[in-house]
């Protein structure tokens, strides 16, 4: 099994976790997915659609360059 790991922008919520997985999991080979969102500390500064969530996708022959795009296409833009 193959894992492609993605830091995105902009997934805030149980929401759009659930809109993230159903989402990768139509694209060809993707057999799961996992969201990891951004911990959350009272003091923080930074703006929430600044933070970065964790997206692993597991699968075979995982295109990284679709999975990306979906991504993007979704409003979670992939940085780095």
Do not use: W
Request: charged residues 20%; positive net charge; glycine residues 8%.
């Amino acid at each position: 099994m193959q894992t492609e790991q993605f830091n995105a922008r902009k997934i805030k919520c149980g929401g759009c976790v659930t809109t993230v997985r159903k989402n990768l999991l139509t694209l060809p080979g993707v057999e799961s997915v996992e969201v990891t969102l951004p911990q959350t500390a009272p003091s923080a500064n930074l703006a929430s659609d600044s933070r970065e969530s964790i997206v692993a996708v597991h699968g075979t022959n995982l295109s990284r360059d679709a999975i990306e795009k979906r991504l993007t296409e979704l409003g979670y833009p992939v940085v780095g």
